[in-house]
């Protein structure tokens, strides 16, 4: 296995240790500036593994959802501490660590942990797509007509989802990894998408 994705697969048990045992225990939610919830958990995710990063890939740029961008140069780690912070909040188990590593510009390692759901999905450009150690194929399905499509959000897709054969609400990561798994035939997140929403589940997918 390439070293960057063992980097990135211990990334993740780092990130589970810390998100999993806050898991439904009343945090305290904040909102933040775009009106997205964060708790402690998010931020203590973000900095320990920017902690291990330093320290493992020092010459490495960060991006992170909560604390932005450091560092530079054509390697860059993208962070989403905890995708779908609403659901975390709420006590829902549908949320997930997102780790990815992006060289000149194209994303070649991802890894999608799900702790609260015991899953975990992760890829490396060129070398196939994983899923608890099992190899991961996509739907074969090729027409809008015949698909089942899953989507965040219905501003934006109405055309496309008109045309699918049928619609299901499946969002942030989790809407992916079913693609990624050939459960559902294509996911649409359309509205309020940022680098590190994306970054691990496309490489993946």
Not at 77 to 102: F, S
Not at 110 to 122: D, I, K, M, Q, Y
Not at 154 to 161: L, M, W
């Amino acid at each position: 296995m390439n070293p960057d994705l063992e980097l990135a697969l211990a990334l993740a048990d780092a990130a589970d240790a810390i998100s999993l045992p806050r898991f439904r225990t009343g945090l305290a939610v904040e909102t933040k500036p775009d009106l997205t919830p964060v708790t402690e958990a998010d931020r203590a995710v973000e900095s320990e593994l920017r902690r291990l990063l330093s320290e493992q890939r020092p010459d490495d740029a960060i991006l992170g959802e909560e604390e932005g961008v450091s560092g530079g140069g054509s390697r860059r780690w993208i962070l989403d501490p905890i995708d779908g912070t609403r659901n975390y909040t709420r006590g829902v188990p549908i949320w997930a660590t997102l780790v990815a590593l992006e060289e000149s510009g194209t994303v070649q390692a991802g890894v999608v942990s799900a702790p609260a759901l015991e899953r975990r999905w992760w890829a490396e450009r060129g070398a196939g797509a994983f899923a608890d150690g099992e190899r991961l194929a996509v739907s074969a399905v090729a027409r809008v007509e015949d698909a089942v499509l899953s989507f965040a959000y219905e501003d934006g897709v109405p055309d496309i989802a008109s045309r699918a054969w049928h619609v299901r609400g499946f969002g942030d990561f989790w809407a992916h990894m079913l693609v990624a798994e050939g459960a559902v035939d294509g996911a649409v997140d359309a509205v309020g998408v940022s680098e590190w929403d994306l970054a691990a589940v496309q490489v993946i997918v």
